[in-house]
């Protein structure tokens, strides 16, 4: 499998994950641009508003830790496919919200979806890519993401103005029927089914991404078990994955920190700290968001280049960089609507560039037997960041003490402290097959 080269196989398990990707992240920016209508229509507070994207986001620490370990032990497709149908359906259902409180509730429950199904799709499209295209594969898998929210910011443009918020969450339930092609179409990780014992089943897989397997290779290596280090974790934190456990969990807590506090308040604050109204907030964020797919093929193109960590550091310090520009600049009171989209989108460019590494980097660092808990857990303690940042800006912009440009302070400072985190304690895995650097964390300790 690591020495396959790429073909039909795997381009279409990428892009069956990646459209599943894609509605996750649709769902998410939906509620960024629902929110601009939802609160001038209840008369929420900016604390209410950071409280909605808060909930939503510790069901995704608690969806995402849990999903990984689930699919560790009952396999990536089918949590894949039961996460996928959890957000969709519960994304319906809040269409028919009657009060602040059942609001709540039901963006718990997406969010328990949302977080679940990130993590075990970049470990099924890690665990059948060729190692010398796997960085590559995911960051385009990553890519999908750009999409997803190029989409809710149609919807927001298009929809929310004529025909209000219900119908954006109405549209938001679609996905639930793609659900139907996932399970006729996407494989298993060969490599799971492997490690399960289940051969068979893992031949009829890897033929399916044009692989021949002749009972060799991981069946026979003893994967993580043969570690001492059991699965979970106790695993991640054994002595062989604690660095590793550590570097990820830290970087993972400032980059859901700084996304979710910048992107799902970025319509918020345009439309009324920085006064342009709705229409034209929705219209700068597209624009915004846009820039966010030269910033994943970019990353995609260096990944396999420089490496996973240099292309990780340079685009975290470049997303520090721009958004310190964009809170100081670009929101200043002299910025021209010119000045806003160039510096935000130089913010979506490199930060989004750096998830789309984060993605592929995070299952590249575990055995088979615990690489969806590793990367469950390690999403899974980013939504904890998630929960802080929306939650915090709704605190800094409601008590008007303030301004949006201190916001962005903060971030850039977060953003400043991760990469060092990666400088320092991250290591190198490009070109290396997925047994080899688990063999190195075993030695290593």
Same mark, same amino acid.
């Given at each position: 499998?690591?020495? +396959?080269?790429?073909?039909?196989?795997?381009?279409?398990?990428?892009?069956?994950?990646?459209?599943?990707?894609?509605?996750?992240?649709?769902?998410?920016?939906?509620?960024?641009?629902?929110?601009?209508?939802?609160?001038?229509?209840?008369?929420?507070?900016?604390?209410?508003?950071?409280?909605?994207?808060?909930?939503?986001?510790?069901?995704?620490?608690?969806?995402?830790?849990?999903?990984?370990?689930?699919?560790?032990?009952?396999?990536?497709?089918?949590?894949?496919?039961?996460?996928?149908?959890?957000?969709?359906?519960?994304?319906?259902?809040?269409?028919?919200?009657?009060?602040?409180?059942?609001?709540?509730?039901?963006?718990?429950?997406?969010?328990?979806?949302?977080?679940? %199904?990130?993590?075990?799709?970049?470990?099924?499209?890690?665990?059948?890519?060729?190692?010398?295209?796997?960085?590559?594969?995911?960051?385009?898998?990553?890519?999908?993401?750009?999409?997803?929210?190029?989409?809710?910011?149609?919807?927001?443009?298009?929809?929310?103005?004529?025909?209000?918020?219900?119908?954006?969450?109405?549209?938001?339930?679609?996905?639930?029927?793609?659900?139907?092609?996932?399970?006729?179409?996407?494989? %298993?990780?060969?490599?799971?089914?492997?490690?399960?014992?289940?051969?068979?089943?893992?031949?009829?897989?890897?033929?399916?991404?044009?692989?021949?397997?002749?009972?060799?290779?991981? %069946?026979?290596?003893?994967?993580?078990?043969?570690?001492?280090?059991?699965?979970?974790?106790?695993?991640?934190?054994?002595?062989?994955?604690?660095?590793?456990?550590?570097?990820?969990?830290?970087?993972?807590?400032?980059?859901?920190?700084?996304?979710?506090?910048?992107?799902?308040?970025?319509?918020?604050?345009?439309?009324?700290?920085?006064?342009?109204?709705?229409?034209?907030?929705?219209?700068?964020?597209?624009?915004?968001?846009?820039? +966010?797919?030269?910033?994943?093929?970019?990353?995609?193109?260096?990944?396999?280049?420089?490496?996973?960590?240099?292309?990780?550091?340079?685009?975290?310090?470049?997303?520090?960089?721009?958004?310190?520009?964009?809170?100081?600049?670009?929101?200043?009171?002299?910025?021209?609507?010119?000045?806003?989209?160039?510096?935000?989108?130089?913010?979506?460019?490199?930060?989004?560039?750096?998830?789309?590494?984060?993605?592929?980097?995070?299952?590249?660092?575990?055995?088979?037997?615990?690489?969806?808990?590793?990367?469950?857990?390690?999403?899974?303690?980013?939504?904890?960041?998630?929960?802080?940042?929306?939650?915090?800006?709704?605190?800094?912009?409601?008590?008007?003490?303030?301004?949006?440009?201190?916001?962005?302070?903060?971030?850039?400072?977060?953003?400043?402290?991760?990469?060092?985190?990666?400088?320092?304690?991250?290591?190198?895995?490009?070109?290396?097959?997925?047994?080899?650097?688990?063999?190195?964390?075993?030695?290593?300790?």
């Amino acid at each position: 499998m690591d020495a +396959q080269p790429v073909g039909a196989g795997h381009r279409k398990v990428t892009l069956l994950a990646g459209l599943g990707w894609m509605f996750d992240a649709m769902d998410i920016g939906l509620l960024s641009f629902v929110l601009v209508a939802l609160a001038g229509e209840w008369g929420l507070s900016q604390g209410q508003v950071g409280a909605v994207i808060s909930i939503g986001l510790f069901g995704m620490f608690v969806g995402a830790a849990a999903s990984g370990v689930l699919a560790d032990r009952y396999g990536r497709k089918a949590i894949l496919m039961v996460t996928l149908l959890v957000y969709s359906v519960a994304t319906g259902l809040t269409a028919l919200a009657w009060g602040y409180g059942v609001l709540l509730l039901l963006r718990f429950v997406t969010g328990l979806g949302l977080g679940g %199904e990130l993590p075990v799709a970049s470990t099924l499209v890690a665990e059948v890519s060729p190692a010398k295209q796997r960085g590559r594969m995911l960051v385009l898998l990553e890519s999908f993401w750009a999409y997803g929210w190029i989409l809710a910011a149609l919807i927001g443009y298009l929809v929310i103005p004529e025909y209000g918020w219900r119908v954006a969450f109405l549209i938001g339930a679609l996905p639930a029927f793609y659900v139907i092609i996932l399970r006729r179409r996407l494989p %298993e990780s060969p490599r799971y089914l492997l490690r399960k014992g289940r051969h068979a089943e893992a031949r009829e897989a890897a033929a399916t991404l044009g692989i021949e397997y002749e009972g060799t290779g991981e %069946e026979q290596r003893g994967g993580s078990s043969a570690l001492g280090g059991g699965t979970g974790l106790g695993l991640l934190w054994s002595a062989p994955y604690a660095r590793r456990t550590a570097m990820l969990w830290v970087l993972w807590f400032g980059m859901v920190f700084s996304y979710y506090g910048i992107f799902t308040w970025l319509p918020q604050i345009l439309a009324t700290s920085a006064g342009y109204g709705l229409v034209r907030s929705f219209e700068f964020v597209l624009l915004i968001t846009l820039a +966010q797919i030269p910033g994943y093929f970019s990353a995609a193109y260096l990944v396999e280049r420089w490496g996973r960590k240099a292309t990780l550091v340079v685009y975290l310090l470049g997303s520090a960089a721009a958004a310190l520009t964009f809170g100081l600049r670009g929101l200043g009171a002299d910025a021209s609507g010119t000045e806003l989209v160039l510096w935000g989108s130089l913010v979506s460019f490199f930060n989004l560039g750096a998830w789309g590494v984060l993605y592929g980097y995070t299952p590249e660092l575990y055995p088979t037997d615990a690489r969806g808990s590793g990367a469950g857990w390690a999403a899974g303690i980013g939504r904890t960041g998630g929960i802080a940042g929306p939650y915090l800006v709704g605190l800094m912009l409601g008590g008007g003490t303030f301004g949006p440009g201190a916001v962005f302070v903060v971030f850039a400072i977060v953003l400043l402290v991760i990469a060092l985190n990666v400088l320092f304690l991250g290591e190198e895995t490009m070109g290396r097959s997925l047994d080899d650097i688990s063999a190195q964390a075993s030695s290593r300790a």
